[in-house]
Structures are given as C-alpha cells and as structure tokens.
C-alpha cells in the first residue's frame, strides 16, 4: 500500500487561499486515482475532489467546486489541493487518500490508503 502525509494545514481568514500537498510513498504512486475528503467536528467524512491516475479527469464536491483545484505531480509523487475563496464551513481536517483498482470513486470506501489529515480552520 502506498503512505500518505498531508501538509498545509492552518488557519486562514475568510476568503484567503491555502494549498495542501500529499506526499506518497511506497507503492506506485501513479498508478492510484487520488482523492481528498475533509471531516469536520461531529459530521462525518465528506468527498472533496478526485484526480484520476492519468490526471486528465477530476471531480468535485458540488460545495467546492469552482473554489478548490486538484493537481498532481507524479515526478514528486505528491497530489496537491489548491483552495481558493475559503469559507468558514470549510474548515476541517482534511484526509489525502489513494484509491488502487477500480474506475475512479468519490466514495470513501473505495479508498484503501489514507494519510493522517491536516487541520484547515477558517475564522470568519
């Protein structure tokens, strides 16, 4: 299975941008679609965005789209999410994850390998 760590985390105000990465190591990391999903206090998980392992398809939650942007770079072996715009009701922990087989998901279960999360908090 391939590790993952997040990094990027904060506390930003309203409308200010972060960019979190997720570094990969261990198995092939090209070969995963990636995801990142974010929980915040007493929900549960929720899908952000997905990246294909080819990284010519992405998907968004409809709550981020037009806000957060997914890339990867597979040179570095790391998958980033660039988030624009932030609003207080994003603010999370938020989970890099590696999906290995199968067409690309958005739902967690799919998801066999997770990093540890970074906090993103959002002050109004």
Same mark, same amino acid.
């Given at each position: ?7 990027? %985390?904060?506390?930003? !105000?309203?409308? =200010?941008?972060? +960019?979190?990465?997720? /570094?990969?190591?261990? *198995? &092939? ?5 990636? %995801?990142?999903?974010? !929980?915040?206090? =007493?929900?549960? +998980?929720?899908?952000? /965005?997905?990246?294909? *392992? &080819? ?19 597979? /040179? ?49």
């Amino acid at each position: 299975q391939v590790q993952l760590v997040e990094s990027g %985390g904060g506390l930003v !105000q309203t409308g =200010g941008s972060l +960019r979190l990465s997720c /570094a990969a190591s261990g *198995r &092939s990391f090209s070969s995963n679609h990636m %995801g990142w999903f974010r !929980q915040a206090p =007493g929900k549960e +998980r929720e899908f952000v /965005a997905v990246i294909s *392992r &080819s990284g010519l398809f992405t998907h968004y939650a409809d709550s981020v789209k037009g806000r957060f942007t997914i890339s990867r770079d597979d /040179a570095k072996n790391t998958v980033y999410l660039q988030m624009n715009s932030l609003k207080p009701e994003d603010t999370a922990v938020y989970y890099c994850a590696a999906q290995i087989s199968g067409t690309i998901s958005t739902m967690k279960s799919d998801f066999g390998s997770w990093g540890q999360g970074t906090q993103v908090t959002v002050s109004s």
